[in-house]
Structure formats: C-alpha cells, structure tokens
C-alpha cells in the first residue's frame, strides 16, 4: 500500500484520493459514515490539507460520521510481529489521533479484518488498551463453517487467562463473509456490478432483484451466525471509496428501499452504522447479557481451505524480519538517549519519528509477513535504513 499512485507497477490505487473523497461524501448527507483504520496513511494526507478541510475533518470526527476504529500507525499482523512492535504502533497512532481529535477520535474497537490468522496475544493487547470489541475474519474455514451454523461467530476472547484472567476478556465478532460487499452490491468504481436502479418506470428497474437476492445470498445466511439479529454488512474492499460518491449514492437506494419493508414476513431496519455502533446495538438487543462461547487459544495457522494453510510466512523472507528486529531495538535506544540527553527540539523529534514510523508501517500484515512484492521489501527496508540513519545523529549526541 502506498499513499501517492506513483507506483502504478505495485496497486492501481492512492489512499489519498479515498479520503478526500470520502470527506465530500460524508459532507454531503449526515446519515452516512465511514470508518478509518491505518493511521499512519490518514496523517501522509492530513498534513498536506488546507486548515479549512482539517476543520471539516474534525466536525465529521465530532459528530460520529467518521469514525477511527483500531487507530494504529498500520492494521500488523499477529504472527511474525513482537509485543514491543506492536504496542509502539498502537501507542503512536492513538497518542496522534487524541492529540488532534481528542476524545471524539479515541477508537472504542480493533478491526484486524486481513491478517493471515489471529493471536489471543493479540487480544490481550486489545483488552488492555480498553477496546470494547474485536473484529477479525481470516479463521480457519472448518472452523468458520462450525461457527456459521451454530451461532458461534460471536465469542469472548480472553487473550491471557493463566495470569490476568478476565480483566483480558474482549468481545469478538468473526466477518461473516469476508469484508467485501456482498454478491451484487459492489458499487466502486472498481466493481462491474450494475447500480442500483430503483425508478419503477425505468426498464432497467433492479431493486427488487437486487434486495431480493441479498437476503437470500447474505443475510438469511448470516443470521445463523450471530447472537441477535443485528447483522453487520461491510460496503468496500481494498483500495475502494476513490471516487465514493458512487458507492454512497446506491446504498442510499439500498437502505431507502429496504428499512421499515417487510419482506418474506421479516421486517428490515437497514442503516449506516460502524463496528463500535453495531456493538452498541447487539448490547442493548440482548440487555447486556451475551449468551456466547468463550475462546481461550489462537486461530493458528489460517486455512483458507482444505489442505491450505498459510504459515510460510512465519519465516519468509528472514532478512527483513531479522532487520526488523534491530530496528526495534535501536529505537528504543534511541528514545531513551533523547531524553537522557534533552534532544527534544522539533529537528531531533522529527529524526526520530522517522524510525518510530517506519517500524509502525513495517508491522503492517504485509509487511514484516514477507507476502509483498519484491520491490514493496525493499522499499520497507530502505525506509527502515533511513530511520537508523536518522537516529544515529541522536545517539551521536549522547556519546
């Protein structure tokens, strides 16, 4: 992933076109909402906007619309990343969005929706930062397939429980269908399914097609699944939302058409919502009180299907996660130094943010998992070298 499409040879894609987009969209209706998870990204763009943008950034922010969930420097992933790692990424991410957002930016939920398989550690880590919830979606398919039939998609994770027991207990919520938009509803610019038509006079007229086939296709499905009846659906995929005025406008039809209907003898409230509202909703339709297994061990290794497990990349590409290792450890030896030796002017803090962000977007799940391309390793290595060579310039100072 990058911000600029400078790289059309990696992703066909900017991020920030996405967010600059999604801003307009979100302006322009109140009802709508987006969620924002990779911060490191968010910043590239925010410090290139206008104080006028910034200040629509925020009221979004305030009022709910836009809404940072997980909120680290990049979405790590949980195999091959160590605890120092993984908590420098997070603290960073949420120290940035309070400073700016303040408490209206604080993420109440994780969203780790792409890592290759999960880790109770992990969890733990969540529990501890004070998260209400967890999303995840890449699980073993024997075990998703048990969990879909028996309403075992929900679960309590305790992350740590032969030392700190249940104070590591976090809701968990398993994606019933990977996190893509359902069969017929990808609406991106990027997708070929057809618009939403709902003119009944238009020849062209789907709608009702359309609904019809994304209860039968998703939600009759998914209600198998889950502890209420509060279904949550996500709308996107990678790199979408470039152009979301399109993907907006058809959910509006979307939910127009369908909240309030009764069909096939079940009545549907359809509304824009995000995983710390959804939570909100499961908690109030089932009185605070969720009748769900608990979960004590990991989901490793990740089976995408029989006889397919990703665990090559616990080891894959050993250079760059050795690398890694060392960058951590300079970092922390750069931090210490900086404040042993005053080196807290604008110049020196940059210098070491410079590593401290490099390592942030180096955990990201395909990252230090080695599952880039070629020259996507080599780029995280140059920005990880980079950063060394900036902190030098502080450990200099102190020796």
């Known amino acids: 992933m990058h911000l600029f ?12 076109y996405i967010i600059s987009s999604v801003v307009d969209a979100l302006k322009s209706n109140k009802d709508r909402r987006f969620i924002y ?6 910043w590239k763009w925010w410090t290139n906007q206008e104080e006028d943008v910034r200040s629509d950034v925020r009221q979004l922010v305030n009022n709910g619309q836009l809404e940072f969930i997980s909120g680290g420097w990049s979405m790590n992933d949980e195999a091959t990343t160590y605890y120092q790692d993984t908590i420098d990424q997070m603290t960073w991410g949420l120290r940035r969005l309070n400073d700016t957002f303040g408490e209206c930016g604080r993420p109440r939920v994780a969203w780790q929706i792409d890592p290759f398989g999960h880790s109770r550690e992990m969890a733990s880590i969540f529990a501890q930062i004070g998260f209400d919830g967890f999303f995840l979606n890449r699980i073993d398919s024997q075990d998703l397939q048990i969990r879909r039939t028996n309403k075992q998609m ?5 992350g740590s429980p032969d030392n700190l ?15 893509s938009a359902p069969s017929g509803l990808c609406f991106d610019v990027n997708c070929a399914d057809e618009p939403i038509i709902d003119d009944p006079e238009s020849p062209e007229y789907n709608v009702e097609n359309k609904v019809r086939n994304f209860i039968s296709d998703w939600i009759t499905p998914a209600r198998s699944g889950y502890a209420s009846d509060n279904i949550l659906v996500p709308m996107g995929d990678d790199f979408q939302y470039q152009a979301a005025g399109k993907n907006f406008a058809n959910i509006d039809k979307l939910i127009r058409y369908m909240s309030g209907k009764e069909i096939e003898g079940v009545k549907y409230n359809v509304i824009y919502s ?7 909703a499961v908690y109030e339709a089932t009185n605070g009180v969720l009748d769900v297994p608990l979960k004590t061990d990991d989901f490793f290794p990740y089976g995408s299907s029989d006889h397919t497990y990703w665990s090559g990349y616990f080891t894959s590409r050993p250079t760059g996660k050795g690398y890694n290792r060392f960058s951590n450890n ?15 002017s604008d110049e020196d803090t940059a210098k070491l943010n410079t590593l401290r962000e490099a390592l942030g977007v180096f955990q990201h799940h395909d990252g230090i998992t080695g599952t880039e391309k070629e020259n996507v390793a080599h780029d995280y290595i140059h920005l990880l070298h980079k950063g060394i060579t900036e902190c030098e310039d502080i450990t200099s100072q102190a020796l």
Do not use: M
Not at 173 to 179: E, G, K, P, S, T
Not at 274 to 280: D, V, W
């Open 5 to 16: 499409a400078a790289h059309d040879n990696v992703q066909r894609a900017g991020v920030q």
């Open 37 to 42: 998870v990779e911060t490191g990204y968010f």
């Open 274 to 280: 995000t995983p710390s509202c959804y939570l909100n």
């Open 165 to 179: 027991g249940e104070s590591t207990d976090i809701y968990s919520n398993v994606l019933f269908r990977h996190y």
């Open 154 to 158: 929900e679960f309590v994770w305790r």
């Open 330 to 344: 300079f970092l922390q030896v750069c931090k210490q130094l900086s404040v042993l030796t005053d080196a807290t």
